[in-house]
Antibody
């Protein structure tokens, strides 16, 4: 069974940093492109970042470019999102998701990041 | 990277059809056949309903169908059922490893 389990969400002050992780099981992570998607409380889905299967290609939403870094450890079957210079507007549930045929077929349950003073 | 435009709401009676539009630009929806649709019930994780404009993943009922014309994609839900009441989001590839989601549409089954 495919499972994605996010961890690392927490409360942090503006300007702080957090590192999210997504543990993958039930499949070989290196075979798939992976994404981070977020959803602010009561708001819609917002795409954050994508990484190709070997980590050589990445993309970011303009709102996080230069502050967030996506990475992966295929040997450990883990996806990461390093978030720096956090702002109040980064407050959201962060989901990792596995890409399938251009769509996000498998999603984790999400981890909550709260940025507040 | 502007969000794709969707109507805030749509509704229909049980058994009827509802169509949701998703308008982008010639740089995203119009440029690639990587438009996807997601269903999200309150408090739940999004579920992929359509990928590559019109492909249904295994397990998605054929009542759900997708299409695209120019810069606008559409999701049609036929034979509306109570469980179809949810938020729906479109998404498109926008080039250079960048994706964009739509603004979301709340579907109400009357």
């Amino acid at each position: 069974e495919v499972q994605l389990v996010e961890a690392g969400g927490n409360s942090v002050q503006p300007g702080g940093s957090l590192r999210l992780s997504c543990a993958a099981s039930g499949f070989t992570l290196r075979s798939y492109w992976m994404h981070w998607v977020r959803q602010a409380p009561g708001k819609g889905l917002a795409w954050v970042s994508r990484i190709n299967n070997d980590g050589s290609g990445t993309g970011y939403a303009e709102s996080v470019k230069g502050r967030f870094t996506i990475s992966r450890d295929n040997a450990q079957n883990t996806l990461h999102l390093q978030m720096n210079s956090l702002r109040a507007e980064d407050t959201a549930v962060y989901y990792c998701a596995r890409e399938y045929s251009g769509g996000l077929y498998y999603w984790g349950q999400g981890t909550l990041v709260t940025v507040s003073s | 990277q502007s969000a794709l435009t969707q109507p805030p709401s749509a509704s229909g009676s049980p058994g009827q059809s509802v169509t949701i539009s998703c308008t982008g630009t010639s740089s995203d929806v119009g440029a690639y056949n990587y438009v996807s649709w997601y269903q999200q019930h309150p408090g739940k994780v999004p579920k992929l309903m359509i990928s590559e404009v019109s492909k249904r993943p295994s397990g998605v009922p054929d009542r759900f169908s997708g299409s695209k014309s120019g810069n606008t994609a559409s999701l049609t839900v036929s034979g509306l059922q109570a469980d179809d009441e949810a938020d729906y989001y479109c998404s498109s590839y926008a080039g250079s490893n960048v994706f964009v989601f739509g603004t979301g549409t709340k579907v109400t089954v009357l």
